[in-house]
């Protein structure tokens, strides 16, 4: 059996998977329909709306199975997301990838396979819509075309959920996105013990910058804040606009020392950047630092609420 590779892009990808904050939860009606449609028009007994996680592919929708996941690495749809176009397994038991898979030895016996990639609108690849079959079949051109129109429905409502938890001036979280990624994150460190730190950021002087400038360079002033937010960042942190002229980064296993180098490391970051653009005004902010305590663990809004009243207090010392 080939277990699928890892994806050269794979923490983005994961990143990218877990802002959508859709692993676990319930199922929806508007992906459901598009698995219902699926069986019947392709007449297969298993159609599935599948992300890949970093070690399972989970079903966000399921026609004709039971369980609600499996393990990544004897999953067929690793390796669809490896591909661009849609991968057709004919018959799985004469495959030297998959004949001695557990999926195709034992239940539900694959035969047939079609995985067509799920982008999001960056373009990453973050699960398939797939059919399945216990008996050997071919796939026709026509085939491919009639499924990757389901597949592109599919994508539309990963968008519009991107859309609703996405900051569209900064392509940062909103505070919905941020609120939701970050519960999910804050239980796996309360369970595996990890710390972490929020950085509550409010800028200084923005509506100066408004004011002196312009609001289209005040919006372009927030995207090069929000740009420099991550590129001082790892793609395991979540970084949001709550809104106005307030941000917000959840830094991954930092304690607060670390929020601290990730600060200055950030006002050096905006210096260069301010040197390199001849930018006629400095970008300045202050913030509140909270650490994430596993062993007492806060909910999002009480790191929020802390946060934001650490950023006051340090707001009210600068000003004096």
Known sequence: MQAPAIPANELERLHVLRALALLDTEQEERFDRLTRVASRMFNVPIALVTLVDSDRQWFKSCVGLEVKEMPRDISFCGHAILGDHTLIIPDASKDDRFADNPLVTSDPHIRFYAGRPICTPDGFKVGTLCLIDSQPRAFEDKDVDDLNDLATMVENELAAIELATMDELTDLSNRRGFTMLTEKYLNYFTRH??????????????KGINDTYGHDEGDRALQTFGKALKQVGRSSD???????????????????????????????????????????????????????????????????????????????????
């Open 193 to 206: 013990h990890v710390f972490a730190s929020l950085v509550f950021i409010d800028l200084n002087g923005f």
């Open 238 to 320: 979540i970084f949001a606009r709550l809104g106005g002229d307030e941000f917000v980064v959840l830094l991954a296993n930092a304690r607060h020392h670390e929020a601290h180098i990730y600060i200055e490391r950030l006002l050096t970051h905006l210096d260069t950047i301010r040197q390199q653009q001849r930018q006629p005004y400095r970008i300045a902010f202050a913030q509140g630092v909270v650490e994430f305590d596993p062993q007492v663990p806060k909910s999002v809004e009480q790191l929020l609420v802390e946060g934001d009243a650490l950023m006051y207090q340090l707001k009210k010392l600068t000003q004096r």
